[in-house]
């Protein structure tokens, strides 16, 4: 039974760290462009598909293809902006709608490109690591690090570099931020294509762990929005830390009570802790 | 005087033969009543509640379920589908509105609970077959003077009883935004601190505003299931909250009468078109965006901005 | 008296806005309350109109507790404010806006039976007595001119009268007004002091809170200074402005020794 137990807690932080990697979008895109970007399940649903593209069908080492699917992402991310979100700032309801009208579109175009058959991508590593009585496939390591790392780094870069220290700076006071030099559009702009490109990593590495379908945007994207409440809207450790948390819950929930509810459990989580520290556990009441 | 828009719906079947064309309609009136009771919440008060689509479902399968099962009357039936969503909308809207969650976080709090909804009727294979749906057999009997009792079957049947319902939803939320409680809505919506220190109970009319809107959405969900005859957990999906809102905002949220423009369009345009699934998605994704970004007021309400600037 | 404030203290966080601040106020007269920036002023205003609960202290108003209690339940007791920076319904006119604010009048007036309005055949009645009373309140604060234009048209000064009708419609006992003179110009403060004696022979009792001390010498009948979240002198306009330590606070220590 313990076994079990850390066998499934594992796995949940693994799972954790790919609703990260969104819930880190999704709080970046909040706070700099003061939108939900609700598409951004669709950019990690395109990363994955191009990943796929790429290793399965083009042949292409993963290490490479990995490169120009995040790119793809980012593209299609850098199109979105110009488009769409660039006339939404700052207006929630409609940043949401949008991107609504968004995801309409781009599952829509996978749907035509790729159709409801589930693609799975072949092994880019395979094999386990054997820990205690358990084996962990070296896959979904793998997958672990380079998400948390991504996410370091970012807050890294966030927190040291100039871009980060304006950025900071955007979040807290727009106006100041503007009249000290701050090229405002072109901050926001970089952090939507930023977070799409983030979004588009995720997608390369779930490639590689599970099967793929036009339709998986649409539950990541809500767990991505459901880590970054929890974890709170603007702090980035957050996000990986609410990933991990809603990771482990849905996981550790699924033994003890009915998997079929699996989705229910970050649900209630969430909604419980919205209504008691609507901050979220590391936030700052925006 | 706004009466007389209604006239040609009156005569409309007369006129076309067609019950392809008839039976657009008899959807447009039904989802013109879901379309135009979420304006009440959304447009007038300014919420944007995620909860529409689960109390249209959720009405939909108590409905049909205690008809079937208890055999019942429509009518009967619509009873306790009324009165569970009147006691989840209070339930819910207390939740929600007293620990005064902001706009954001009040969409997703309802959008978990309209989730969890269809979790649980999606799962509940013994009462509500899963993901197989249900049929839904029985049909609504009206009773005319003169006539007794009519079976409402067919499509003359049902578009002039889907009609009826529609023109009752728009006559009730006409009364309720024209009185004092359409005014504590719009206060709301403009400015909820001052309506506050103004001595409005800015809980007391969210959670009015909310439990009538899903109530009227109650209607709708079991009309829809009757004339279909057939439900299922998607009924309480996030798609079909999603349609209801662009129906609204593209007919306009500033009006009584916007959303129902929206139903139509949304509902006609894709059996107009002959479209595969996927270019409608598109199609409908496009229109979304067009309209939030061109339209902000949707058409009536541009067409309402145009009388009034010439 | 009609407002006793008991040792009302707030913190934020580790900052003391206000300390063990204790004052009355009696039916009838108008109250002005000064003091620089930082004093606690509008914290103090807050705390009575229920925008923000107290840290400690009590509030009484008719000798019945009223700290901590939501805002909208001590505008129906009787005690209503306005916004240092007029919050206005912008979309609306100005005669709606008076319109909205008339909610707690219906109710006070009608009751349940107000209920009557959504009745298919409506009576107008109750409209028409509302109506009446809109059309008063909106002359009192001279604004019958601008009353179809949307508020977000108007003028500084005409938005801070329409705070001040809005607030009045309420039919309040007690008028709290932050900053009203604030941001206006010779012409506009004398017409709101017009307006706010109006106000007092109509039976009003009014506190005033502003940092333009002659408005409030001119205006007021008792005056109460504040300085970093304490009264620090209490009585008559001219006597308070001239208090050593009132001097201190404004001018600085010179000015008092001299």
Not at chain 1, 144 to 160: C, E, I, K, P, Q
Request: neutral net charge; aromatic residues 10%.
């Amino acid at each position: 039974m313990l076994q079990l137990l850390v066998g499934q807690t594992l796995n949940g932080v693994i799972v954790g760290t790919l609703y990260g990697i969104i819930a880190l979008g999704v709080t970046l895109t909040f706070g700099i462009t003061g939108i939900v970007n609700f598409a951004l399940g669709e950019f990690m649903m395109i990363g994955a598909y191009v990943t796929w593209y790429l290793f399965d069908v083009a042949g292409l080492p993963y290490p490479v293809a990995i490169w120009p699917a995040v790119a793809v992402a980012a593209g299609c991310g850098f199109a979105a902006d110009q488009l769409l979100f660039r006339f939404t700032r700052n207006n929630l309801i409609n940043g949401l709608l949008v991107s609504i009208g968004l995801i309409s579109i781009i599952e829509a175009a996978a749907l035509l490109l790729w159709t409801t058959t589930p693609k799975d991508m072949g092994y880019v590593l395979s094999g386990a690591v054997r820990l205690g009585g358990m084996s962990l496939p070296k896959m979904k390591l793998v997958v672990f690090a380079l998400l948390a790392a991504v996410m370091f780094l970012t807050y890294a870069a966030l927190s040291r570099t100039w871009i980060g220290r304006a950025a900071y700076a955007f979040s807290q006071n727009p106006e100041a931020a503007m009249l000290m030099g701050v090229r405002t559009q072109v901050l926001q702009s970089t952090v939507v294509v930023y977070s799409t490109a983030l979004a588009g990593f995720g997608g390369a590495l779930y490639a590689t762990l599970y099967s793929l379908e036009p339709s998986m945007g649409g539950l990541y994207i809500l767990k991505g929005v459901e880590a970054a409440i929890l974890g709170g809207i603007g702090s980035l450790i957050g996000s990986l830390a609410g990933g991990i948390i809603l990771g482990v819950t849905e996981a550790v929930g699924s033994i003890y009570l009915p998997s079929a509810f699996r989705d229910a459990y970050g649900l209630i989580f969430v909604v419980a802790i919205l209504l008691y520290q609507p901050s979220g556990l590391f936030g700052a009441e925006r | 005087m706004k009466a007389l828009l209604w006239v040609p719906f009156l005569v409309f079947p007369a006129l076309v033969q067609s019950n392809f064309i008839l039976s657009i309609f008899i959807f447009s009136f039904i989802l013109a009543i879901a379309a135009v009771s979420f304006n009440l919440i959304f447009g007038f008060t300014g919420q944007l509640s995620m909860f529409h689509a689960a109390a249209f479902g959720i009405a939909a399968y108590i409905t049909s379920l205690t008809a079937s099962f208890f055999h019942v009357s429509f009518w009967l039936a619509l009873l306790p589908a009324i009165g569970f969503t009147i006691l989840i909308s209070l339930i819910i809207g207390s939740i929600c509105f007293n620990f005064q969650l902001r706009a954001f976080y009040f969409a997703v709090v309802t959008l978990a609970f309209s989730e969890l909804a269809r979790l649980v009727i999606l799962n509940w294979n013994s009462v509500t077959n899963g993901t197989l749906g249900l049929m839904v057999l029985d049909k609504p009997f009206v009773w005319a003077p003169g006539a007794g009792l009519i079976k409402i079957d067919g499509v003359f049947g049902w578009y002039f009883f889907s009609l009826a319902a529609l023109i009752f939803t728009v006559a009730v939320c006409s009364l309720v935004l024209g009185s004092w409680i359409g005014r504590c809505f719009a206060a709301i919506r403009l400015n909820e601190d001052l309506a506050q220190t103004l001595g409005i109970d800015t809980f007391r009319y969210k959670l009015l505003s909310f439990t009538l809107a899903n109530t009227l959405a109650a209607i709708a969900g079991s009309l829809y299931a009757f004339y279909t005859g057939y439900i299922e957990p998607n009924y309480l999906g996030i798609n079909q909250s999603l349609d209801i809102i662009s129906m609204v905002l593209l007919g306009g949220r500033s009006s009584i009468l916007g959303p129902i423009a929206g139903a139509f369009v949304l509902t006609g345009l894709p059996h107009m078109i002959d479209l595969s699934g996927e270019a409608r998605a598109i199609l409908y994704g496009l229109v979304l965006i067009l309209t939030i970004l061109i339209l902000p007021q949707g058409l009536i309400g541009t067409l309402a901005s145009w009388r009034r600037a010439a | 008296m009609l407002l006793d404030v008991i040792e009302l203290s707030k913190r934020f966080g580790g900052l003391s806005a206000l300390s063990d601040v204790s004052l009355s106020i009696a039916a009838g007269e108008i109250v002005g309350i000064f003091g620089p920036n930082g004093s606690g002023k509008t914290t103090l205003i807050n705390l009575v109109a229920g925008i923000i609960a107290p840290s400690a202290g009590r509030i009484l108003w008719k000798a019945g507790e009223i700290q901590g209690q939501r805002p909208h339940a001590i505008a129906a007791a009787g005690v209503v404010k306005t916004f240092q920076n007029p919050q206005l319904f912008l979309e609306l006119s100005i005669y709606d806006n008076v319109a909205i604010a008339s909610h707690l009048r219906l109710q006070r007036q009608f009751g349940l039976s107000r209920l009557t309005e959504l009745l298919p055949w409506r009576d107008t009645s109750q409209r028409v007595q509302v109506a009446d009373a809109i059309d008063r309140v909106v002359a009192l604060c001279r604004l019958e001119g601008v009353r179809d234009r949307t508020a977000a048209s108007l003028s500084y000064g005409q938005e801070k009268m329409l705070g001040v009708a809005m607030a009045m419609m309420c039919e309040p006992e007690l008028l709290l007004l932050d900053e009203p003179a604030s941001g206006l110009g010779e012409d506009e403060t004398r017409t709101l002091e017009e307006v706010l004696r109006d106000l007092r022979d109509c039976g009003t009792t009014l506190c005033v809170i502003d940092h333009k001390v002659d408005f409030l010498a001119r205006i007021a009948d008792r005056a109460i200074a504040l300085q970093q979240g304490s009264v620090i002198a209490e009585g008559a306009p001219g006597k308070v402005l001239r208090h050593p330590r009132v001097v201190e606070a404004y001018l600085g220590r010179q000015h008092a020794r001299a």
